[in-house]
């Protein structure tokens, strides 16, 4: 059976050692009086729940999965959730970064981005439940009028109802502008909404009185495409004037997928049949209140495989230390064993190596990004929250995609430790690879979230957003550049750094004379620009871990984080070479294969 230990120490050294929230916090008002105690006894008491209450629903979960009656619609999930979702509830869990005005507590988001990636190491199938409600409760708090807003967010705030995100149908995934749901106008000002959508997450459960689908679809005079879709508010069950719950909306799941992974969560496909919708923001405008929901879903699903590649580390870790199995090349280490652990394996060590470099630089890039999110929407000065959203607006397809192709590789490498072990259920090994497989696809997959990075994100606007970034690259350059113990941590990035501007313009270039060019050099470029931003905090985390040597600090904490970031840069950073390669062997050796492909 696998174990899970909360990371706090990690998680604390991030956010107070290298990125110092609290000083960055302390200009945005609402958050001035958060102090580093209470984010600290915040997230010490979120590791217990997470490791406590669902870590141990995870194996039983994905093996038993959910359950749909067909004549009722209902689905009943694995023994345990709704309990665990109860205490989640009675904790004051989904209030956690809430507005206050509806009930939040108004804590900072990377203190509830750390809580979630707990809870996705311990049980991400549970934890989509709660997961997807933060979407929809921020695409309303956005673009809601103020009844909806009086209406849903204080039970969504409070975690009595739960949100999904209806998008994707059975003839269309990310291209929503083939969509055929349909909205008919109502007298009263509701619409009647009919149609189908599929691959639906958390989009029927037991766990909550009522749940507030968010789904797309076409008015009847709509435009064609994507400028023809509008947003509106679906609930399982109407809402009445005074708050109560009324009949049961025309809303229901018609099927659960079968599914690799994430059994424990219910992935519906679901049927609208003449359901009450009400409409959020303007006709025809509904990509606007949605994008709110998916970016904000991106982040969240980029914290899905941190939270998976921690987790799995961390077993595997302890498999390493504790199997034996031949001896070391270089003579035995264990002369009172007949074998050695396997961890004296060079190979061994570099799997290892590889989980525990893409979880600490996943979490470092993952708290900035939360930061940045809270400096967009709540810093004073305008050009703070405009230079904070549009760096949050480059990072976003590097969070989404860098991070689970990331978790892919991790995940895989840890199953690979326990050898033929890896591959048997109980260990749970396989569950994580099982689980994170999705990451990878959803809310837009990989490539999309490429085509997005390279083609509206950098080239989209010259580069200027991905200078912004490099100034930051540029600064800690500056700092360190003479400091000969960081010379192996800064040469690399500086290195890239400039070789990036070459390699974009090329591209750039290529793609304005053969649009394919973009499409073929996409994934690679932002595997490229993934190891510029990871290598960026790898050498602000050495920053800080050589100071507090220096400084005479003995805790091995320092020493281990020192030896992390020189495997890092000396086995996963240089990986940027072939990866430019490969993007500048252009469309060509792709498109024209039509004999191959034949």
């Known amino acids: 059976m696998p174990t899970y230990t909360p990371p706090l120490r990690d998680?604390?050294?991030?956010?107070?050692?290298?990125?110092?929230?609290?000083?960055?916090?302390?200009?945005?008002?609402?958050?001035?009086?958060?102090?580093?105690?209470?984010?600290?006894?915040?997230?010490?008491?979120?590791?217990?729940?997470a490791a406590e209450v669902i870590f141990p629903l995870n194996i039983s979960g994905?093996?038993?999965?959910?359950?749909l009656d067909q004549k009722t619609h209902e689905v009943t999930t694995p023994t345990g959730f709704k309990e665990a979702y109860a205490k989640y509830v009675a904790g004051g869990w989904p209030a956690l970064?809430?507005?206050?005005a509806y009930g939040g507590q108004g804590l900072p988001l990377v203190v509830n981005q750390c809580f979630y990636e707990m809870l996705n190491s311990a049980n991400q199938a549970w934890t989509m439940y709660p997961g997807l409600t933060?979407?929809?409760?921020?695409?309303?708090?956005?673009?809601?009028?103020?009844?909806?807003?009086?209406t849903y967010l204080a039970k969504m705030t409070s975690g009595e109802w739960t949100g999904t995100m209806c998008l994707t149908e059975p003839h269309c995934g990310t291209d929503l502008g083939l969509m055929r749901t349909k909205a008919?106008?109502?007298?009263d000002g509701t619409y009647r909404i009919t149609g189908n959508k599929i691959f639906i997450s958390a989009g029927e459960h037991d766990m909550a009185d009522n749940i507030i689908h968010l789904v797309l679809a076409r008015l009847p005079d709509a435009p064609p495409g994507i400028k023809g879709v509008s947003l509106f508010i679906v609930p399982k069950f109407n809402v009445n004037q005074d708050g109560s719950l009324g009949a049961r909306n025309g809303i229901y799941c018609g099927g659960l997928e079968h599914k690799m992974g994430i059994h424990g969560n219910s992935t519906a496909q679901i049927v609208l049949e003449g359901a009450v919708g009400t409409l959020v923001g303007q006709p025809n405008k509904g990509m606007s209140g949605m994008f709110v929901m998916m970016n904000a879903a991106r982040l969240g699903v980029g914290n899905q495989s941190l939270g998976l590649t921690e987790v799995a580390f961390q077993n595997a870790l302890a498999y390493a230390k504790d199997r034996i199995q031949m001896r070391s090349l270089s003579g035995?280490?264990?002369k009172d064993k007949p074998a050695d652990p396997i961890i004296v394996h060079p190979d061994v060590r570099k799997m290892l190596l590889t989980a525990k470099a893409y979880a600490e630089g996943g979490r470092a890039l993952m708290c900035f990004s939360s930061m940045l999110l809270e400096q967009e929407h709540g810093h004073p000065d305008e050009k703070v929250r405009k230079d904070a959203g549009e760096l949050l607006a480059l990072l976003t397809p590097i969070v989404k995609a860098f991070i689970t192709d990331n978790g892919h590789i991790a995940t895989n490498a840890c199953m690979q430790v326990f050898g033929g072990h890896g591959f048997i259920k109980e260990w749970g090994m396989?569950?994580?690879?099982?689980?994170?497989?999705?990451?990878?696809?959803?809310?837009?997959?990989?490539?999309?979230?490429?085509l997005d990075l390279l083609g509206r994100k950098v080239l989209g606007n010259n580069g200027a957003t991905l200078r912004k970034f490099g100034k930051l690259v540029g600064k800690l350059v500056e700092e360190e550049g003479v400091n000969e113990k960081m010379a192996e941590f800064i040469t690399p990035i500086a290195i890239l750094g400039e070789q990036m501007t070459k390699f974009t313009t090329e591209l750039g270039f290529k793609g304005f004379q053969n649009a394919d060019e973009v499409g073929a050099a996409a994934v690679d470029y932002l595997r490229v620009a993934g190891h510029l931003v990871f290598g960026y905090f790898w050498a602000r985390m050495a920053q800080v871990a050589l100071r507090e040597i220096a400084?005479?600090?003995?805790?091995?904490?320092y020493l281990a984080k020192i030896q992390t970031a020189r495997f890092y840069f000396g086995k996963l950073f240089p990986e940027t070479a072939t990866l430019m390669r490969t993007a500048r062997a252009g469309s060509k050796v792709l498109m024209d294969t039509d004999a191959a492909l034949a």
């Open 184 to 187: 008919e106008p109502q007298p």
């Open 551 to 557: 400084a005479g600090n003995t805790d091995p904490f």
């Open 332 to 334: 035995p280490k264990a």
């Open 430 to 450: 396989e569950q994580f690879v099982r689980d994170n497989r999705i990451n990878m696809i959803y809310e837009g997959t990989n490539t999309i979230q490429s």
């Open 97 to 100: 970064s809430g507005d206050p």
């Open 134 to 150: 933060h979407g929809a409760h921020a695409a309303l708090h956005a673009h809601g009028t103020d009844n909806q807003k009086k």
């Open 11 to 49: 998680m604390q050294f991030v956010m107070h050692e290298v990125l110092k929230v609290t000083d960055d916090l302390k200009a945005i008002p609402r958050h001035a009086e958060v102090d580093v105690d209470t984010i600290n006894a915040v997230l010490e008491e979120g590791g217990k729940f």
């Open 62 to 67: 994905d093996a038993q999965g959910c359950r």
